[in-house]
């Protein structure tokens, strides 16, 4: 199991809600030729609380979604455990899934972190706007220094 995993989510058929599964795809990409990084891809269109036991044995996790109200090009930050609204539905915030992980586990689930990616148009049918490709590689340059950098306090000195 990889210490790392990276996890992103969101519709590709609509519009920019397309910029999680895209960052992994540029992201394998780029590190394909990287030797020994010890990263686990996952792609989903949503979180669900099935997604907590993939958290399981990890160094670290990063979320990757759209976002609509972060500012461009991406927002990065530090998740804590909480509990909402979100885990008795189908679709799971972050933080609630981490609070599923400490409970099913009685234990704190691994450091983790959401990289929110400004995205603009969401509706069905929608291709990528030009500002969430723009957004995107933006994204794309900080992660790949971001995995470059030694886990735990470089990346809690990059969150506000």
């Known amino acids: 199991m990889a210490g790392l995993l990276v996890f992103g989510y969101g519709n590709p058929s609509r519009g920019d809600d397309a910029l999680g599964p895209l960052f992994l795809e540029a992201l394998q990409e780029r590190l394909a030729s990287s030797p ?25 996790v990063l979320f990757v979604d ?27 915030s ?21 990289l929110s990616i400004r995205g603009e148009r969401f509706d069905l049918g929608d291709a990528l706007s030009r500002a969430a490709e ?5 994204a794309l340059r900080f992660a790949e220094g971001l995995i470059g950098a030694t886990p735990g306090t470089a990346w809690d000195a990059l969150c506000p």
């Open 36 to 60: 020994g990084v010890d990263i686990e891809f996952l792609q989903d269109f949503q979180l669900q609380i099935e997604h907590a036991l993939d958290l399981a044995g990890r160094d670290r």
């Open 66 to 92: 759209a976002h609509v109200g972060c500012p461009p090009p991406f927002r990065f930050e530090r998740l804590v455990p909480r509990r909402d609204g979100s885990y008795t539905t189908h679709a799971v």
């Open 94 to 114: 972050p933080q609630a899934l981490l609070e599923v992980y400490r409970r099913i586990n009685r234990d704190e689930p691994p450091p983790a972190y959401l």
């Open 134 to 138: 723009s957004n995107l590689e933006s």
